[in-house]
């Protein structure tokens, strides 16, 4: 298996644009998360799906950031408009329901400058 | 909500020295406890993962930890560091409640090897 890709690896962009970023779970993976890891806030969960569905996104900054999941292979994480505080490492990551404690598949993550 | 508290964020050792990455947990007792490893840039990938079903959980690469209730520890060991162990590693937990399928990730140890 190709393992949970992510696209772009790196983006640079300036304020105010609208970034999108990408993600490919493993095939037949029924959960998809995102989370973001600074210096400063260390990793934290932005939101995550099951079978397509947000189940919870407490972790989402603001309003500035949205998440979808059309499908079972493909989601997004939307920022508009960009910040530099924006600026970090923005992982996703798949799993399979099982009986709970589930191994998170990360994908390489995609590297975030706001300028 | 669980939480892992994680002492130490950089821990250096000689190659052959013992290694000990230290992870305390939140009062309650978790179901689950997982070990992740970051190399350079790259995403996050499972080392072990304690699940009850045994105290002292193997992992890859050597690793071992062993789960303490009375402590609520979650220890990182292993008995002879090789230069390729040099990486961060995350202590995390599932989340609890709505969001129990995600996991709360401590804030890392960065493990330095020293030739």
């Known amino acids: 298996d190709a393992g949970v890709i992510q696209s772009p690896r790196h983006e640079v962009t300036e304020m105010g644009q609208e970034v999108t970023l990408r993600c490919k779970p493993i095939s037949g993976h029924d959960y998809l998360f995102w989370y973001r890891q600074t210096m400063m806030r260390g990793l934290e969960l932005l939101i995550y799906f099951n079978n397509n569905v947000p189940i919870d996104d407490s972790g989402m900054p603001e309003d500035r950031f949205s998440a979808k999941m059309p499908n079972a292979s493909f989601s997004t994480l939307k920022i508009q408009p960009s910040e530099p505080r924006d600026s970090a490492v923005y992982f996703c990551?798949?799993?399979?329901?099982?009986?709970?404690?589930?191994?998170?598949?990360f994908g390489p993550g995609t590297r975030l400058l706001v300028l | 909500a669980q939480s892992v508290t994680q002492l130490g964020s950089h821990v250096s050792v000689s190659e052959g020295a013992l290694v000990l990455l230290r992870c305390n947990y939140s009062s309650s007792v978790p179901p689950y406890l997982f070990w992740y490893v970051q190399y350079p840039n790259q995403g996050l990938q499972l080392l072990l993962k304690y699940t009850s079903a045994a105290t002292l959980v193997k992992g890859i690469n050597g690793f071992e930890a062993e789960f303490k209730k009375s402590e609520t520890s979650f220890h990182l060991t292993k008995p002879s560091a090789h230069m390729s162990d040099a990486a961060e590693y995350f202590c995390a937990v599932p989340k609890g409640g709505t969001g129990r399928r995600a996991l709360t990730f401590g804030s890392g140890t960065r493990l330095q090897v020293q030739p």
């Open positions: 990551a798949s799993s399979l329901t099982g009986g709970g404690g589930e191994t998170q598949y």
